[in-house]
């Protein structure tokens, strides 16, 4: 039987902790523009080592060069192929306008244009309602909304996907319980926040 796997508050754990100035020998303004600054720690989807150096790989011809349908049939073969000019493919669903280039999606929101993985797209077309009551577009902007929120909190703490895989083998967990639709991470059955599922 499956356990549920939860996220944990742990104000301690927390990396935005503010020193005195003697320690590390900065100002407490300095600190609090660093703290700004520093890089989400949202995991990307992994790609492959290969990828980033072609080289390594055999050189050859594929029957079919048409990226497109490349990526609808793939050949038996692991291939890399190299693009000089990026393709972009409308990867519209519904009323919710996308656009998809070297693997980055970019979709037209209330609020503005937002950027994220094309894999991790596919996977919100797939888990978001999109009715006529409810479509994707603002649920997406809900659910940005509700990340926004989450990320100022210090007391918040999303664990990576290594510790999280990790962990879900150890004490075979289907279900993932917190965190919202953005950051949740594709490899539980199951996500909840609370009773309301993601």
């Given at each position: 039987?499956g356990?549920?796997?939860?996220?944990?508050h742990?104000?301690?754990q927390?990396?935005?902790?503010v020193h005195?100035?003697h320690?590390?020998?900065?100002?407490?303004?300095?600190q609090?523009?660093?703290?700004q600054?520093?890089?989400?720690e949202r995991?990307?989807?992994?790609?492959?080592?290969?990828?980033?150096d072609?080289?390594t790989?055999?050189?050859?011809?594929?029957?079919?060069?048409?990226?497109?349908?490349?990526i609808k049939?793939?050949?038996e073969v692991d291939?890399?192929?190299?693009?000089?000019?990026?393709?972009?493919?409308?990867?519209?669903t519904?009323l919710?306008k996308?656009?998809?280039?070297?693997?980055?999606t970019?979709?037209q929101?209330?609020?503005?244009?937002?950027?994220?993985?094309g894999?991790?797209?596919h996977?919100?077309?797939?888990?978001?309602d999109d009715?006529?009551?409810?479509?994707?577009g603002?649920?997406?902007?809900?659910e940005?909304?509700r990340q926004?929120?989450?990320?100022?909190d210090r007391?918040?703490?999303?664990?990576g996907?290594?510790i999280?895989?990790t962990v879900?083998e150890?004490?075979?967990?289907t279900?993932?319980?917190?965190?919202t639709?953005?950051?949740i991470p594709?490899?539980f059955?199951?996500?909840?926040?609370?009773?309301?599922?993601?």
């Open positions: 039987m356990h549920d796997l939860h996220r944990t742990n104000e301690d927390g990396k935005n902790r005195p100035p320690m590390g020998g900065k100002h407490p303004a300095e609090q523009a660093e703290r600054q520093q890089k989400l995991e990307r989807f992994s790609v492959p080592h290969a990828s980033r072609p080289e790989l055999v050189d050859r011809n594929l029957e079919n060069e048409d990226i497109f349908e490349i049939n793939p050949p291939v890399v192929k190299k693009i000089e000019n990026p393709g972009f493919w409308d990867t519209t519904g919710t996308a656009v998809t280039t070297q693997g980055i970019t979709i929101l209330p609020s503005g244009a937002l950027s994220l993985d894999a991790q797209w996977l919100l077309k797939h888990t978001l009715s006529v009551s409810s479509p994707l603002p649920n997406i902007q809900h940005l909304k926004f929120s989450l990320d100022k007391k918040h703490r999303s664990y996907w290594k999280l895989r879900k150890v004490f075979q967990a279900k993932y319980q917190g965190d639709a953005l950051t594709p490899f059955k199951n996500a909840m926040r609370g009773n309301e599922r993601i």
